[in-house]
């Protein structure tokens, strides 16, 4: 699959696929004719960095943990040990998210009971 299509499959633009390469996310893509022809291995590694980039994973810690990766099967403890605490770090996040709109949800409600309260004709 060339890098253009690649690019709308994953809504990204093709410099963000050549950066994350030159950056060592992604393994150094086949070239086919000198254009990129990323295989599904490519396709399935791009999906776990925007998966982990989703949950706030930053560039230097999708590095460090696709390092791990490379080294095989002697570093599993570390990299399970990597996910769990991204995985601890995003339910932080998604329950500090849910709060927030709760909040939000509730003062929507105070306001729209404001404007009724305002439309309402004065009693007498």
Same mark, same amino acid.
């Given at each position: 699959?060339?890098i253009?299509? #690649?690019?709308?499959?994953? =809504?990204?633009t093709?410099?963000?696929?050549?950066?994350?390469? +030159?950056?060592g996310?992604?393994d150094?893509?086949?070239?086919?004719? /000198? =254009?990129?022809?990323?295989?599904? $291995? +490519? &396709?399935?590694r &791009? !999906?776990?960095?925007?998966? #982990?980039k989703?949950? /706030?994973m930053?560039l230097?810690?999708?590095?460090?943990?696709?390092?791990?990766?490379?080294?095989?099967?002697?570093?599993i403890?570390?990299? &399970?040990t990597? &996910?769990? =605490?991204?995985? $601890?770090v995003?339910?932080?996040r998604?329950?500090a998210?849910?709060?927030?709109?709760?909040?939000?949800?509730?003062?929507i409600?105070?306001?729209?009971?404001?404007?009724? !309260?305002?439309?309402s004709?004065?009693?007498l």
């Open positions: 699959m060339q253009k299509a #690649v690019a709308q499959q994953f =809504h990204l093709p410099s963000t696929l050549r950066y994350y390469e +030159d950056q996310l992604l150094p893509i086949t070239r086919v004719n /000198g =254009h990129r022809d990323y295989q599904p $291995a +490519d &396709l399935e &791009l !999906d776990f960095i925007l998966c #982990v989703q949950c /706030g930053t230097a810690q999708m590095k460090s943990f696709l390092d791990l990766y490379r080294q095989g099967n002697t570093t403890p570390e990299r &399970l990597v &996910l769990q =605490h991204q995985l $601890a995003s339910q932080a998604q329950a998210l849910a709060r927030s709109i709760d909040h939000l949800q509730a003062k409600a105070d306001v729209q009971a404001l404007q009724r !309260d305002a439309a004709p004065a009693s």
